[in-house]
């Protein structure tokens, strides 16, 4: 019993968590099974904007629906350069984010400001992942799996990490008072 006490916050955490994720997840497959056969907006919106600034770096891209697929053409030329699926949108990386800021807590003013903040540099990074992954699949097929697969999967978690750790240390108030207990 002493020892279920001495962890009972890494418990709840853990608990709070499981459950918000849990929840997040549940809701984003609802969203994704609204659409059907058709790629959902956030999926667009980000290929949209992966279009946009692979523009401004100098290519001519352009994207398009795929009749009866839940994806997004981003073309060079009038060729299919990258498809966009909804996995590839950012949302799930966000969820994880999200579920860890409710379970750890803080304080309601820092993590109004903290939650969109990160979102947007976790958008950010997700937008320069699927650029570069562009930029692999036209010039660099025989990596691109690697890349996709296991590197900007990695670097996209690792940025969430970074992102924790920064909650957790620097604008989180708990851990000075979990240090004066």
């Not at 690697?146 to 920064?166: E, P």
Request: proline share 3%; with cysteine; charged share 15%.
């Amino acid at each position: 019993m002493e020892l279920l006490k001495e962890f009972k916050p890494a418990l709840i955490f853990l608990g709070k968590f499981l459950a918000l994720y849990f929840i997040g997840n549940i809701l984003y497959g609802v969203y994704i099974e609204s659409h059907g056969e058709q790629p959902d907006g956030i999926t667009w919106l980000v290929t949209g904007q992966t279009s946009w600034i692979l523009d401004l770096a100098g290519y001519e891209t352009a994207i398009a629906d795929v009749p009866e697929a839940a994806k997004v053409s981003l073309m060079q030329n009038g060729d299919v350069v990258l498809h966009v699926y909804e996995g590839c949108n950012g949302l799930n990386v966000m969820i994880v984010f999200i579920a860890f800021l409710f379970a750890f807590g803080g304080p309601l003013k820092k993590l109004a400001i903290f939650l969109p903040l990160g979102l947007f540099i976790i958008h950010l990074v997700n937008l320069m992942r699927v650029s570069l992954l562009f930029h692999l699949a036209l010039n660099n097929s025989q990596q691109f799996y690697y890349y996709h697969k296991y590197f900007f999967t990695a670097t996209l978690y690792a940025v969430v990490f970074a992102l924790w750790a920064v909650w957790v240390i620097r604008f989180n108030e708990k851990r000075s008072i979990d240090a004066a207990e």
